[in-house]
């Protein structure tokens, strides 16, 4: 019997190592013959749980890693091989004790791609093939299990009936739509085709002990009425919880469910009839003075952990714990900008996002990987992370770090306008309107869409639902999600039907979209107007030098070069989807290999991020409600739109992007020379002192201004035109220009160095600067963090654009993932910056601190 998968079990055993498998073809038995513990598999191999067949192959060495040169295109595709080239059996062993009369044990699949037949202990657990990607599975299987407590569990993993061919469009021929499955991986534009199309039981296998009523399912609302701040008392909040209650038994049951948060416990007797799952509604209850959830910038994270229990006299039958952040999401539309607007906990909130697709194309998700890459999504100081609908609902785990570092979440459903039919395409096997009628399976997609709602609709950071990509699903699936399901499972976020719907943003001068997605002259984001709560809009980003080594053969590791107006690339860089940076790299000088590129590629990328996310900012609340950058991060070695890269090291983009999204922030606008500050707190920050100065290729200053200023809450503010001072400081060699802001007390509250080309576009000054004479000391400050002090003496030029990292003392490879509170940085004459970088995992042997930059030379600091 199908059922339900509960969050976390009370009694709850992984499965998730251990395993082997082997191709279905290279067995003649059935699965009740292998799933007896008698049959001997210790010829299969080493099977990766969770993971895909091509995981378990490479982890195996029988295939070469798919991210590296040229690697994948040596690896069978499923289309050119046939489903069964990639139809598994994976084993487990176990051993489990039968339990006493009147509990139970329970077999939970989190996810399994694409259909799959159980066995355990040489008996078919599941009559017919359970199917689709996204649906959780749960079974009974108490009856199954040995006297002996040795078990054998065998699942014969099939991939999805429609491999679609991987022809070189977005989502190949688009056919792999019709699967409830995701779309990436028959290729798209950043990325090659996942050979496998991820078959495999790539989510976590768990075994639950329950009494005789288990808990599924349980839901947390929280209301916050009114306009609130983060600090203070704070008003009551209400909380309204629920709970499904599965009776496992053949007669009825009386109890007591118990939810237990904050100190206070809310108690439902009830009674169950035999074998039947009923959801309770309890009572709701108020908290006093409650600790808010508020997203990145804005305020604190705070969690409340709670329980619900189900007790049977004094027995305790089953339990299930939820982490709560207690916030409220509400959306209006603004009529000024003519797009929908976020307010949490009764406070607009200028959206400043990154697109998302997936943690690791190949589906080897970790809780430290999540973490990390959440993490680097905070120190952007964005606020919003959307989840790509061609991919995946993202994991519980994901939530958690994104309810951690707050992050709101903007999760899409699968469906894309590439595969789904919104545009003609001749990549496309099927017409326009054929595409626009997958999946082939309806009823399998609903199913599967109210299973993963109800899997993560508990997160504070989960704050917008989507019906798709660019595209709405069917008129049958669409009216379904937004009349039915999402009323009914989870009634208090918005639910829009597509990602740039008119519903969430629309230009009177040209409809609603998304993009561009190219570099872009660093004057449009200031100067043109794009749609006002855009969805995907970004431009290049490749990593630096040691990002490149990593997956580029020695003998492609060539620069792209510009021939007749047109870059040209390697081979390799075009197979990993290099997005070219046409001519914006010779105005610091055509670059002379590839190392001299990719430090060049760092200035552009911090500019262009900079520039995108300050551009929206200084027009917040009059052009724009948000914006989302395509895209913040990759999911496999792809050279285009990436935050950090696929092996978690940062390049400039991140911090470019960091500056240009502070909560309180000073910048320049390139076009018209005003100085403008941001401010995207609740309060007005007032008697900040303002300090505009220019420094020249020999380091000496200008003072261009120092004044009292104020920004009112939650807007900008123009202060002053410096256009004219800068146009003759500029003139002959360019110029830094230095912004900030400093609080009464003299503390830096936002610091902006832009360094501006000389009057025909070039940065003739910086091909020319001497060296600087940086000095750099590192000690430790923490556990597994580090101080980096970085002073420039009075009489020395900028020491401009160094890179630091955290390296091994024995290889300088880098240590990642490591987190530093700025990079990319310069230091002014006479200026000490000080840097805090830390790293999440113990090492082996000595790190140091690694530090280049523009004109100073790299060197390795012992860390004291």
Known sequence: MFLPLILKAQNSVDLNSGWRCIKAEDVALTGNQISVSTYNTN???????????????????????????????????????????????????????????????????????YSNDIYINGKKLNVNASQGMFLRQSYNITAFLTNNSNNRLAILVHPAPVAGKPNGGQGGDGTIARNVAMQYTAGWDWIQPVHDRNTGIWDKVTLQETGAVRVI??????????????????????????????????????????????????????????????????????????????????????????????????????????????????????????????????????????????????????????????????????????????????????????????????????????????????????????????????????????????????????AIWCGGNEIPPPDDILIALRDSLMPKLDGTRWFIDYSNSSDMSYNTEGGNGDGPYGIQNINSFWQHKTYPFNSEVGSVGVGDYASLVRFLPVVNRTMPKLKSGKEEADSVWDYHKYIGYQDFLMPYGEPKDLRDFAMKAQLVNYDQYRALMEGFSAHMWEWYTGSIIWKTQNPWTALRGQMYDYYLDPNACLYGLRVGSEPLHVMYNPVDGTITGVNNGFTNANNLILVIKTYDMTGRDSLISQAFISIGASSYQKIQSIKRVIEGLRKQEGIFLSLQLLDQGKHVKSSNVYWLPNEEGNYSGLQKIERASLNVSARYSGIRKVEVVLSNPSKSPVAFFNRLALVSADTHERILPAFATDNYLSVMPGETRKVVMDYQKNISGRPQIQIYGWNVPERFINIE
């Open 43 to 113: 010829t299969w191999m080493p099977a990766i749980v969770p993971g895909t067949v091509l995981t378990t192959l490479l982890n195996n060495h029988l295939v070469p890693d798919p991210f590296y040169g040229m690697n994948n295109k040596q690896i069978p595709d499923i289309y050119d091989k046939g489903n069964a080239f990639y139809t598994y059996w994976f084993v487990k062993d176990f051993k489990f004790t039968k339990p006493a009369a009147g509990k139970s044990v329970f077999l939970n699949l989190r996810g399994v791609n």
């Open 217 to 462: 399912n349980p839901h947390v609302v929280t209301l916050v009425p009114g306009t609130r701040k983060p600090e203070g008392i704070q008003a009551p909040a209400i909380l309204k919880a629920s709970a499904e209650l599965q009776n496992t038994l053949g007669k009825s049951v009386e109890g007591v469910l118990n939810w237990v948060i904050n100190g206070q416990v809310v108690t439902q007797r009830v009674k169950l009839t035999a074998n039947t799952t009923t959801e309770i509604t309890l009572p709701p209850i108020t908290i006093a003075n409650p600790k808010l959830w508020w997203p990145n910038g804005y305020g604190a994270q705070h969690l409340y952990g709670s329980e619900f229990k189900f007790t049977v006299g004094k027995d305790v039958s089953d339990k299930d714990s939820v982490q709560v952040g207690i916030r409220q999401i509400d959306t209006k539309w603004n009529e000024h900008t003519h797009s929908r607007q976020i307010f949490v906990n009764g406070q607009k909130i200028f959206i400043k996002g990154g697109n998302w697709i997936i943690s690791d194309a190949m589906l080897r998700f970790s809780d430290a990987r999540y973490d990390a890459e959440v993490r680097y999504h905070r120190d952007m100081n964005i606020n919003l992370i959307r989840v790509w609908g061609g991919a995946i609902v993202e994991r519980p785990e994901f939530y958690a770090s994104c309810d951690k570092y707050g992050m709101l979440v903007f999760q899409d459903f699968w469906m894309s306008g590439d595969c789904n039919g919104r545009w003609t395409d001749p990549a496309k096997k099927d017409d326009q309107w054929v595409r626009r009628q997958y999946p082939d399976d309806h009823s399998l997609y609903l199913l599967s869409a109210a299973d993963q709602i109800k899997m993560v609709r508990n997160h504070p950071s989960l």
